[in-house]
């Protein structure tokens, strides 16, 4: 992928609210489960896991496993460093942490 169609990639995943309120979110608590996501920001699971797979999927976002729980973090992309600085100043809820996880 040359560098214009990566900067169009990452300017479509930040063309959401809703991605960008997830991208703030894993950005404040560093590392967050679907259902910590889901259930915080009162989205579907479902939908959450599509926001996140398409945030994961444009390099802002990274995952892991843990056990069978996929656990995200923001990803080490100089392109979203100004997304990031302006979304810290962004009220988020306080996370409800995953019993399941």
Do not use: H
Not at 71 to 78: K, P
Request: glycine share 2%; with cysteine; net charge positive.
């Amino acid at each position: 992928m040359d560098r214009l169609e990566k900067l169009a990639t990452v300017a479509k995943a930040l063309n959401d609210t809703n991605r960008l309120k997830v991208l703030a979110f894993v950005d404040r608590y560093k590392e967050v489960c679907v259902c910590e996501v889901s259930d915080t920001l009162g989205f579907s699971q479902p939908l959450t896991s599509k926001y996140l797979k398409q945030l994961r999927e444009a390099g802002i976002l990274r995952s892991k496993k843990s056990g069978k729980w996929s656990i995200f973090s923001v990803a080490d992309n100089y392109l979203i460093q100004p997304f990031l600085e302006e979304l810290r100043k962004v009220e988020i809820p306080n996370i409800k942490k995953c019993a399941r996880c």
